[in-house]
């Protein structure tokens, strides 16, 4: 829209510049105090308004390939999102319903398992136990599901809310149930091709892929080639790789009801039950932010971190993807690249209410 006695839109070449030398000087910042080899970044308004789509820094340390927005990094627990969001998808189809037991999918499993909703699972309060998944071990999912089902449940499902991975590689498994395809094909085929995410895939450590950044962990003796991670292991929890243009497109498309209905994105970031405290949906978390609604997720794992976000009140989406990760989830707070998403968002919002010199 134009603002009144101005003839320049608010995302006119001038507001797209103030906000890219910004983020420029951001991430020039943030490089400097981390050890952090590289970023990508996408910041983009509306469907066209693209305000930064760049990558700064290296994708490969040893080979001092530069970051691009092109570059593909392993996005860990924002797998998440796409994981609901195939669940959402079958239960439109007709094929589960959020409220079956687990057991209906899955009746090899501990009595008290199959008693779990699919939707207690999708947001957290399922009990499920979190036995730590063995990253360097390639142990198919079911595998993983098995070890953690001899560990008692965390509480009553549905009474409290606790993070669980391992509840997510059971939503997978029932998508491989009910859909009748592997967990990778059926987001191949329903979901990346559809929308035309070229850059994403599920991460095979054995295919080539173009412009994969390599990942790294900081130790007291400097930056090293992170360890081998299973990507199996990661499975539905975590196992998605893509780019930071890829993740902005998904943003927009899952808003949009390009991919489940308007009334199931409205429950996907309604969070419910024990969840709500938490401001956690389906695969996503609802957080106010300076009066605006930030619906997003981000991700971890040795050699990489990430965040992506959406503002759906302003149809904005930023995401930030980077190569340095911890091995065991407590890397340096200065190369949280969630603080970095939140300045980005926070000059990114400001751009839109200026009022451009007339």
Not at 219 to 224: C, E, F, I, K, L
């Amino acid at each position: 829209m134009a603002w009144p006695g101005c003839a320049k839109p608010a995302g006119s070449a001038a507001a797209r510049g103030d906000v890219a030398a910004q983020v420029d000087a951001m991430v020039a910042r943030y490089l400097h105090r981390t050890y952090v080899p590289g970023v990508s970044v996408a910041v983009i308004r509306g469907g066209r308004d693209t305000l930064v789509f760049r990558g700064y820094g290296v994708a490969n340390l040893e080979h001092h390939v530069p970051a691009t927005a092109e570059t593909v990094y392993p996005v860990s627990s924002i797998t998440k999102q796409f994981t609901a969001a195939a669940v959402v998808q079958l239960a439109e189809q007709k094929r589960l319903a959020l409220d079956d037991p687990v057991g209906r999918f899955l009746p090899g499993l501990p009595p008290e398992w199959r008693r779990v909703r699919i939707r207690q699972l999708l947001n957290h309060t399922s009990g499920v136990p979190d036995r730590p998944v063995l990253l360097r071990e390639d142990l198919p999912p079911d595998s993983v599901v098995a070890r953690a089902a001899d560990d008692p449940f965390e509480f009553a499902p549905g009474t409290r809310w606790s993070y669980s991975n391992v509840g997510y590689l059971v939503l997978g498994l029932i998508i491989e149930k009910a859909s009748g395809e592997s967990y990778a094909g059926y987001l191949q085929a329903r979901i990346f091709q559809p929308l035309g995410l070229k850059g994403t895939r599920y991460c095979d450590p054995e295919r080539i892929v173009a412009h994969r950044a390599a990942g790294y962990v900081q130790r007291d003796t400097g930056v090293v080639n992170a360890p081998y991670t299973s990507m199996a292991a990661l499975f539905a929890a975590g196992g998605i790789c893509s780019t930071v243009g890829d993740l902005a497109a998904w943003n927009r498309a899952l808003a949009q009801g390009r991919v489940v209905g308007p009334a199931s994105w409205a429950r996907m970031t309604t969070p419910e039950g024990a969840a709500r405290a938490h401001g956690y949906g389906y695969g996503l978390s609802v957080t106010p932010f300076e009066e605006h609604r930030l619906v997003g997720h981000g991700g971890e794992l040795a050699g990489f971190r990430g965040a992506s976000a959406y503002l759906p009140d302003d149809s904005l989406s930023v995401t930030v993807l980077t190569n340095l990760g911890s091995e065991h989830g407590s890397g340096d707070p200065a190369a949280d690249p969630n603080q970095l998403l939140l300045d980005i968002v926070r000059a990114a919002l400001a751009a839109s209410r200026h009022r451009p010199p007339g």
